[in-house]
């Protein structure tokens, strides 16, 4: 997430509000994923699966707890955050924004650190960018 100071050019400014960590049943989670977490919790990938995670047709998600929050939010911060999710690091640098730039605005209702008004061409370049950054990994 960057730390580029709000701007109305900015696209993106997280204002740490741990809104993004509850809901929609869950957070996806790759394969890839899952090694590093479980290597940084030092637990078992079968104990990983089992308590903190549900099973969805798209594969694999960290689950919601009962007040509806990720299992590892904590005070609106991110307990796994060095090996957090891929969906969660690209936050909301996503693809789905290149292939229809109105998600971006979609996504804005549900973050109030997105920017609606920023440069489409911004908004291009730093999911690009994002992505790019994510192959390096
Ligand atoms: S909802 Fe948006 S602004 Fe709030 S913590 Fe998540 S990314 Fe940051
Ligand atoms: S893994 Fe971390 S950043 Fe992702 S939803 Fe859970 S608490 Fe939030």
Redesign the pocket.
Known sequence: ?TTEPQTSSTP??????????QGYGGTVISNADIKKIIHYLDIEQEQFLHQFCVKSPNGWMIAQRDDGFCHFVKD?RCGIHPVKPRICRA??YLESVLADLSNWEAMAS?????NKQADPQKIIAAVKAQIAADKKI
Do not use: R
């Open positions: 997430m993106f400014d997280c204002t740490c509000c741990g809104e993004c960590c609106k936050w909301p549900v973050c109030p650190g997105i």
